[in-house]
Structure formats: structure tokens, C-alpha cells
């Protein structure tokens, strides 16, 4: 303890969820096979105006519900890369989180999409 502030040592990695990025205007949810996608559709959001977290998730049982209650808090909008991870966390989010499943398809389309379902509502 110096000055009064305590620093925690760097711990390795043991739960199921990694961050890979913080953001706060929405959470991109992946697994191992989807999260160099999700991590580049964040570094191209981030141009255009949109902070992207990137989760990934490493295993479904036992879900990490305390990193997807955080996020869930934060963004608001949780885009799952698959229908299989949205399945997952459904038990554990709250009935107003805005969850969807937004499967791969060309990083530009994607990117596109992903605009058009974050814009706020009129």
C-alpha cells in the first residue's frame, strides 16, 4: 500500500466472459469462432461516433450473468453473434434489456445494420 491507494495484482483469466473492449453505446456478445469480427465492427463503429463493448464468452455453463448484468446496465443493448449465446443469457437478463441476434455476414452489411438498429427511435 503506497499513499494511501492500494493496487490489486494483475490476476489470471478464470471466469467465462473476457472483455475485449469497453464501450458504452452498445455490447457486441461473441464466442471464440465470432470475436475477431466483433472486436473489427467495433474498431469501425468506434469511426463512426459508436462505442462498442466486445464480450466473449467462453463458456455457457456456468454463465457469467454478473460481466452481462454490468454491460446489460451500461449499453443498454446487448447484440448477440449468435443465437446460441442469446439463449444462454435470456434466464439472466432483465425484461427491458434490448437483445437481439445479429448472426455474421459481411462486415460492411453488418456495420450497416448494426447503425440502423442502434440510431435512436423517433
Same mark, same amino acid.
Do not use: W
Given at each position: 500500500?503506497?499513499?494511501?491507494?492500494?493496487?490489486?495484482? %494483475?490476476? *489470471?483469466?478464470?471466469? &467465462? $466472459?473476457? #472483455?475485449?473492449?469497453?464501450?458504452?453505446?452498445?455490447?457486441?456478445?461473441?464466442?471464440?469462432?465470432?470475436?475477431?469480427?466483433?472486436?473489427? #465492427?467495433?474498431? #469501425?463503429? %468506434?469511426?463512426?461516433?459508436? %462505442?462498442? *463493448?466486445?464480450?466473449?464468452?467462453?463458456? /455457457? *455453463?456456468?454463465?457469467? %450473468?454478473?460481466?452481462?448484468?454490468?454491460?446489460?446496465? $451500461? &449499453?443498454? +443493448?446487448?447484440?448477440?453473434? $449468435?443465437?446460441? /449465446?442469446?439463449? *444462454?443469457?435470456? +434466464?439472466?437478463?432483465?425484461?427491458?434489456?434490448?437483445? #437481439?441476434?445479429?448472426? /455474421?455476414?459481411?462486415?460492411?452489411?453488418?456495420?450497416?445494420? /448494426?447503425?440502423?438498429?442502434?440510431?435512436?427511435? +423517433?
Amino acid at each position: 500500500m503506497t499513499g494511501g491507494i492500494f493496487i490489486l495484482p %494483475s490476476l *489470471a483469466f478464470e471466469g &467465462t $466472459t473476457k #472483455v475485449i473492449n469497453k464501450g458504452v453505446d452498445i455490447t457486441l456478445i461473441a464466442d471464440s469462432d465470432s470475436v475477431d469480427f466483433a472486436f473489427g #465492427v467495433s474498431r #469501425v463503429l %468506434s469511426v463512426m461516433g459508436v %462505442s462498442a *463493448a466486445v464480450l466473449q464468452v467462453t463458456c /455457457l *455453463a456456468p454463465f457469467d %450473468s454478473k460481466t452481462m448484468e454490468y454491460f446489460e446496465q $451500461t &449499453t443498454r +443493448k446487448l447484440i448477440f453473434l $449468435t443465437t446460441e /449465446l442469446l439463449e *444462454a443469457a435470456e +434466464k439472466h437478463l432483465k425484461a427491458d434489456t434490448d437483445a #437481439v441476434v445479429a448472426e /455474421l455476414m459481411e462486415k460492411e452489411i453488418y456495420i450497416k445494420k /448494426l447503425m440502423e438498429m442502434i440510431k435512436p427511435q +423517433k
